[in-house]
């Protein structure tokens, strides 16, 4: 009784597995594990980020040693750079007292110059970015100055500081903050000037007092645009504390190198360039990462 | 004469742009009583988002008056709130923080902060929305969104609430769930409601009468219908009932027949 029952089974199984080619067996590679995977994606996506500029960077030293190594005069090569300043590059921290200290410590005091000028300028430009971003008449009283004077060289500012002040570090400060404040106002104004009619509405249906209105909608709205004139205004900051320090002397990496200049010491100089483009990228990447921060999800609607 | 709660009077509105002056509204009259659910129809620019901008305060009238509940109307309020067409939820809030600022606001001086706390849980669970009270405006769609704004101008407890097109940038499906939820809300609040639509299925069945405004410049209420069918209606068995055809067809003959926009025609 089976069997029949069998053979019709094989027999309505036969054409059906006539019409389909045997099924080709593939042997899988085997699976790495999932931390081990992911170890290999993110240094892979590391490799992506790093090698390119580490190729450029090898690219134009052997370019640069290329065609310096056969002279003796101008720009020295890299190889004569780390020959002539290996104490410097391999030990920023020493100090041996006076204006002698490692790279570091003259880095340190810009940077403690900028934190002060830097700051001021933009509580002082967020401030006044209000005031013409929210006033008409401040705006039309002051925008047109504003435009003239953010044109002025930041060396410029500095006899007049100077002559105002009369010393060297308050000079200095000052220089910072009339170059940094610009970016400053200028941002903030159109951010608070960009805030949407629908936000105000908001404010107005809910009768928000101007300091609730201030706190409540006009800040938080125009944060990411606050940000973009802070990392500018970072920016052309440390542009700043380099050259007045040139002229007023003391500690600063400006002055070093302005003094390693005048000791024809230029091996040192392109060591400080190197901290200098370095610190001021930090600071830019600083700037950047603290507006993320602050500014999660205002821009988003 | 019994007095109405809500009453437009003579109002017009122009606006000036340097030399020239434009005309928006002329001498638009409408009452609404307490409870009632008023819709505004007509094509674009006819002025009814003015009128609706104009009962909540932030447009300045012109000549006329507006007077809710005995009260002339000159600057916006939260006895007036008004749900935006496109929700304006403060992005860098949490859905819960943008009822909880309004609340705060309305009721900081009368209610305690556990009070407070209540009552924006209460309006966010009247629409639904209390499963995502800590995500942000960009994490929820649309239709959540102006749900969240829903909530946020119920919580203030108005004497009229406003609405500026509230479905107009949804989908269909959302959009019908969301008139659903209005409806209970309507139901169960007994708001009174001026609602600013393009809509005509809409209009009849959400409104007790429907305003239907001329075309600008200088718009005026053409016409005003009333949609007797009786509440709580149900869409889909409302939309068969030879009523709810009747008052459909005349809408449209309105905006249509009558009042066809000029450069569309």
Wanted: positive net charge; glycine residues 8%; proline residues 6%.
């Amino acid at each position: 009784m089976a069997m029949p029952a069998l053979k019709t089974e094989e027999a309505a199984a036969a054409p059906a597995a006539a019409q389909l080619p045997p099924a080709a067996i593939h042997a899988l590679p085997p699976r790495n594990s999932p931390s081990t995977e992911r170890l290999i994606r993110g240094a892979s996506a590391f490799a992506a980020q790093v090698l390119p500029p580490l190729f450029t960077l090898v690219l134009l030293l052997g370019l640069w040693q290329f065609m310096m190594a056969s002279r003796t005069d101008g720009l020295p090569a890299p190889t004569t750079i780390w020959l002539e300043s290996k104490e410097l590059i391999l030990n920023p921290f020493f100090d041996n007292g006076g204006i002698d200290k490692g790279l570091f410590w003259h880095v340190l005091t810009s940077l403690k110059r900028v934190a002060v000028g830097f700051s001021l300028s933009a509580i002082v430009g967020v401030a006044l970015g209000v005031l013409i971003g929210s006033n008409k008449w401040a705006h039309r009283g002051l925008d047109p100055i504003f435009q003239v004077l953010r044109t002025v060289p930041p060396l410029a500012w500095l006899p007049i500081s100077l002559a105002a002040f009369h010393q060297a570090n308050p000079s200095a400060l000052f220089v910072i903050f009339i170059t940094a404040i610009w970016p400053v106002i200028i941002n903030t104004a159109v951010g608070v000037r960009n805030i949407p009619q629908d936000y105000i509405n908001v404010g107005r249906v809910l009768r928000l007092s101007p300091l609730e209105f201030f706190v409540r909608i006009m800040l938080p709205a125009a944060t990411p645009y606050i940000f973009t004139g802070l990392r500018i205004g970072v920016g052309m900051s440390w542009l700043a504390i380099v050259a007045s320090e040139m002229l007023l002397g003391g500690v600063g990496v400006g002055f070093f190198i302005w003094d390693q200049y005048n000791s024809s010491r230029i091996s040192d100089i392109v060591v400080a360039l190197i901290w200098v483009g370095l610190t001021g990228y930090a600071l830019d990447r600083a700037v950047a990462l603290l507006g993320r921060l602050v500014s999660r999800g205002s821009s988003a609607s | 004469m019994t007095k109405a709660y809500l009453s437009i009077e003579g109002l017009g509105v122009s606006f000036t742009r340097g030399a020239t002056t434009s005309e928006v509204l002329r001498d638009v009259n409408l009452t609404v009583d307490k409870g009632e659910y008023v819709s505004i129809i007509g094509h674009s620019g006819c002025g009814k988002s003015t009128l609706l901008n104009i009962v909540a305060g932030l447009i300045p009238i012109s000549t006329g008056a507006v007077i809710l509940d005995g009260q002339a109307v000159e600057a916006p309020g939260p006895e007036r709130a008004v749900v935006f067409q496109n929700h304006s939820l403060l992005p860098w809030l949490s859905v819960y923080e943008n009822v909880k600022l309004a609340v705060d606001k309305v009721f900081g001086s009368t209610r305690s902060a556990k009070e407070r706390k209540e009552w924006v849980m209460h309006n966010l669970a009247l629409v639904q929305m209390t499963h995502a009270k800590d995500k942000r405006p960009s994490e929820i769609s649309g239709g959540m969104k102006q749900r969240v704004g829903i909530a946020r101008a119920l919580a203030m407890e108005p004497k009229v609430l406003l609405l500026d097109e509230p479905f107009g940038a949804l989908d269909a499906l959302t959009r019908a769930h969301l008139q659903d939820s209005v409806m209970d809300i309507h139901a169960k609040l007994g708001n009174t409601v001026i609602m600013i639509t393009h809509d005509v299925d809409e209009a009849v069945l959400l409104s007790d009468r429907i305003v239907m405004m001329t075309n600008g410049p200088a718009a005026q209420i053409g016409d005003i219908l009333n949609v007797s069918l009786e509440r709580p209606r149900d869409r889909l068995a409302v939309a068969a009932r030879p009523d709810y055809i009747r008052a459909r067809a005349s809408v449209i003959e309105f905006l249509y027949a009558r009042h066809n926009l000029r450069e569309a025609a």
